[in-house]
């Protein structure tokens, strides 16, 4: 019977690299945005103690693979299941460790998994809520849409005071501060960041191109023509991953200027500015829970094409 341990990466002398690639390749498949060099600098990362991970080992080599991101006071935690054999058991080895000791100063942590096969990972999503954690589920969905050249996305107008512009133009903290105001009024409120300067700090590393290739032309925004101004009143950034797909990354509209059709419009030029550059699949991720989003975007013809839970755990007050 082979032992299973946990330990840090950090004291591992075994192949970290090989269950990085695995998981890099895994995250791919569901057309996650993975940075080029990610695998090599999480190693590092890991080596180095600057970002922990957890593991447990069959026969010397790495069976399960609890990455956690810490941010504050939230952990963006990780698993990887890299081996289809007894999963459960080393997932549920390095969750206990997780939610029995979370890290230092954790008041909330979001986790998200992944498995070397699509099997594995569903037993997992299965396993998970009947461990008895104090958990609760978010789900997300992948939405996807195909482009065609010979049937472009037709352009439907703005409101009469609007016109639209390169959201480039426009500082970060602009944009951030749009993005941060708008998710704030949204059921995906803090979700991703619960601070304005983390937003911030999320949108320069997108625009800087480091999770794919940053698309100026699929990257719209709109600006408020009031008073002679030149206000920024929402926008959406887009990344090209490969060759002819892109992630749509983030859509914002300010919570007052909403249901006037902007979001739709915007959408349409992004996806006309895509398609211009050759983009033939755009995908993007909502929360089920986004009602509003997920209306405008299957109003575009996305569809959904694959689920995935996000859990938190919350510290207790
Ligand atoms: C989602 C969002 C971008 C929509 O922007 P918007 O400018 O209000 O959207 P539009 O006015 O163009 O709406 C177009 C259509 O989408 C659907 N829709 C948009 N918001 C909706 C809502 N809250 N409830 C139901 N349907 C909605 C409707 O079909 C709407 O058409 P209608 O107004 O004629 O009924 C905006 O609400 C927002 O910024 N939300 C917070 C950030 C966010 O959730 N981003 C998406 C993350 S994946």
Same mark, same amino acid.
């Given at each position: 019977m082979p032992i299973r341990r946990r330990e840090a990466a950090q004291g591992f002398?075994?192949?970290l690299h090989e269950p990085l690639s695995l998981l890099s390749h895994a995250l791919r498949r569901k057309g996650e945005a993975v940075p080029t060099d990610w695998v090599e600098a999480t190693e590092e990362s890991l080596r180095a103690g600057s970002m922990r991970a957890m593991l447990t080992t069959v026969d010397g080599r790495v069976a399960g693979l609890l990455i956690n991101t810490i941010r504050g006071t939230r952990c963006f935690s990780h698993l990887f299941l890299s081996?289809? $054999?007894?999963p459960e058991e080393d997932a549920r080895s390095l969750l206990d460790g997780l939610f029995q000791e979370? !890290? !230092? $100063?954790?008041r909330r942590i979001d986790l998200t998994l992944s498995a070397v096969s699509g099997e594995a990972e569903e037993r997992l999503r299965h396993a998970i809520p009947t461990w008895g954690y104090p958990l609760h589920t978010y789900e997300r969905e992948r939405m996807t849409l195909r482009l065609d050249s010979n049937a472009p996305p037709d352009q439907p107008p703005l409101p009469p005071g609007y016109r639209f512009c390169r959201?480039?133009?426009? !500082?970060v903290g602009i944009i951030a501060s749009v993005d941060f105001r708008a998710f704030e009024a949204? !059921?995906?409120?803090?979700?991703?960041?619960?601070t304005l300067s983390e937003d911030e700090r999320i949108l320069n590393e997108l625009m800087r191109g480091s999770l794919g290739v940053f698309v100026a032309d699929g990257s719209p925004g709109v600006v408020s023509e009031e008073g002679g101004g030149e206000d920024l009143m929402g926008f959406i950034l887009s990344l090209e991953l490969t060759p002819g797909r892109a992630l749509i990354a983030d859509v914002a509209v300010a919570p007052e200027v909403r249901r006037k059709g902007i979001g739709h419009a915007l959408l349409h030029r992004a996806l006309r500015g895509l398609l211009a550059r050759g983009v033939h699949e755009a995908t993007l991720w909502v929360t089920t829970a986004n009602v509003g989003a997920r209306a405008l975007y299957e109003r575009c013809g996305f569809i959904t094409t694959q689920r995935e839970p996000i859990y938190i755990w919350e510290a207790p007050p």
């Open positions: 002398s075994g192949d081996t289809s $054999g007894l979370p !890290p !230092p $100063g954790t959201v480039v133009k426009f !500082p949204s !059921p995906d409120r803090g979700l991703v960041a619960d």
